[in-house]
């Protein structure tokens, strides 16, 4: 099988829906998704078939925002996430778009260093994407893509239990797992033509209330973008993202009556980040990596909570992204038999 490259990495930035380690700065969760998952994804659709990808990522950071005055030293975060997922693409078409659909399930291990001192490690929760549309514009090189990706409330909870610091379940090893679920409507838009992968998706999360303490997480923005140029079996080129909560988290009668409060955490964040991309074509697989530094996080509490504490409490994860992905196409449907030429 020879596939070119920028097919495979269409298949491959799909995934990666894998936890961003912002666990300090909200009630227990932040954003379900990494941000940058995008990054050298399209809305181009590979030739049909089945594909797989695997994905490993490493973030190094620390808690940044105006709630660091108080702890009086930088508190490292890290989080290491390995992905597998499939890429469906039957062939079909519907008002005028190919369809595929997707599922990833993630593994993560994640730590906060002191004064916090927690670590965390197991199955995340589920991702699906049950219907993409991508629409290719014409001949010129444009197409758009559209879907709706949901996270299922399946991941590791050892310790559901609740607590006074998280408003998901006690923060520890073993509670990688959110009790509730997520929907991520997305769109991409893309300008695919000789060579060039110049793509822009926004996607946001909207998040059910926990099952376990009745928190509800607000909604959570993302924008990736790529400028990439093939040449060749090589792909290279500048990349950017941005996430940031865009709702206020909610907090009822009930969840208060948990010991929950909204208080404390970032009710408003927006970090950017900026970096490259370099990928290579083997022929039966590809392989791309890109690496962002996180330029800007700022983060506030609710005007409330600053009014009567005196001083903003929030925190925000700031730091550098590696992130790799192999992809490759593990079943294609068999060609048509030709008809054997006969000569006397």
Same mark, same amino acid.
């Given at each position: 099988?020879?596939?070119?490259?920028?097919?495979?990495?269409?298949?491959?930035?799909?995934?990666?829906?894998?936890?961003?380690?912002?666990?300090?700065?909200?009630?227990?969760?932040?954003?379900?998704?990494?941000?940058?998952?995008?990054?050298?994804?399209?809305?181009?659709?590979?030739?049909?078939?089945?594909?797989?990808? &695997?994905?490993?990522?490493?973030?190094?950071?620390?808690?940044?925002?105006?709630?660091?005055?108080?702890?009086?030293?930088?508190?490292?975060?890290?989080?290491?996430?390995?992905?597998?997922?499939?890429?469906?693409?039957?062939?079909?078409?519907?008002?005028?778009?190919?369809?595929?659909?997707?599922?990833?399930?993630?593994?993560?291990?994640?730590?906060?260093?002191?004064? !916090? &001192?927690?670590?965390?490690?197991?199955?995340?929760?589920?991702?699906?994407?049950?219907?993409?549309?991508?629409?290719?514009?014409?001949?010129?090189?444009?197409?758009?893509?559209?879907?709706?990706? !949901?996270?299922?409330?399946?991941?590791?909870?050892?310790?559901?239990?609740?607590?006074?610091?998280?408003?998901?379940?006690?923060?520890?090893?073993?509670?990688?797992? &959110?009790?509730?679920?997520?929907?991520?409507?997305?769109? !991409?838009?893309?300008?695919?033509?000789?060579?060039?992968?110049?793509?822009?998706?926004?996607?946001?999360?909207?998040?059910?209330?926990?099952? !376990?303490?009745?928190?509800?997480?607000?909604?959570?923005?993302?924008?990736?973008?790529?400028?990439?140029?093939?040449?060749?079996?090589?792909?290279?080129?500048?990349?950017?993202?941005?996430?940031?909560?865009?709702?206020?988290?909610?907090?009822?009668?009930?969840?208060?009556?948990?010991?929950?409060?909204?208080?404390?955490?970032?009710?408003?964040?927006?970090?950017?980040?900026?970096?490259?991309?370099?990928?290579?074509?083997?022929?039966?697989?590809?392989?791309?990596?890109?690496?962002?530094?996180?330029?800007?996080?700022?983060?506030?509490?609710?005007?409330?909570?600053?009014?009567?504490?005196?001083?903003?409490?929030?925190?925000?994860?700031?730091?550098?992204?590696?992130?790799?992905?192999?992809?490759?196409?593990?079943?294609?449907?068999?060609?048509?038999?030709?008809?054997?030429?006969?000569?006397?």
């Amino acid at each position: 099988m020879n596939m070119n490259n920028k097919a495979l990495l269409a298949a491959a930035g799909i995934a990666a829906f894998a936890f961003s380690p912002a666990y300090a700065n909200e009630a227990g969760f932040g954003s379900m998704t990494k941000a940058g998952s995008f990054i050298g994804a399209s809305a181009g659709v590979p030739p049909p078939g089945i594909y797989m990808f &695997n994905q490993v990522f490493t973030y190094q950071g620390n808690l940044a925002g105006p709630g660091t005055s108080s702890l009086g030293t930088h508190v490292g975060t890290h989080a290491d996430v390995d992905v597998q997922g499939f890429l469906f693409v039957p062939g079909w078409t519907f008002l005028g778009a190919t369809y595929d659909a997707v599922i990833v399930q993630p593994f993560v291990d994640a730590s906060f260093g002191t004064p !916090i &001192n927690v670590a965390t490690s197991g199955m995340f929760n589920t991702y699906i994407v049950p219907v993409e549309l991508s629409w290719k514009l014409g001949t010129s090189g444009f197409a758009i893509k559209t879907g709706l990706g !949901i996270y299922t409330p399946d991941g590791t909870i050892n310790n559901g239990t609740g607590g006074a610091s998280t408003g998901a379940v006690a923060f520890g090893h073993g509670n990688v797992g &959110n009790p509730f679920w997520t929907f991520q409507p997305e769109v !991409i838009v893309s300008y695919l033509a000789n060579g060039w992968n110049l793509s822009a998706a926004v996607y946001e999360e909207f998040n059910t209330a926990s099952t !376990i303490s009745h928190y509800t997480s607000g909604d959570i923005l993302h924008a990736d973008f790529t400028a990439t140029k093939t040449i060749g079996k090589w792909t290279f080129g500048p990349v950017a993202y941005y996430f940031g909560q865009v709702t206020d988290d909610s907090c009822p009668v009930s969840c208060v009556a948990l010991g929950q409060s909204i208080g404390t955490h970032a009710q408003r964040y927006d970090v950017w980040a900026v970096g490259a991309l370099l990928g290579y074509d083997f022929g039966p697989a590809a392989v791309s990596i890109w690496a962002t530094q996180e330029v800007s996080a700022k983060s506030s509490a609710a005007a409330a909570t600053v009014a009567a504490l005196g001083t903003d409490p929030s925190l925000v994860p700031q730091g550098t992204t590696v992130f790799a992905t192999l992809s490759y196409r593990i079943w294609a449907p068999e060609e048509p038999m030709k008809p054997a030429m006969y000569h006397k």
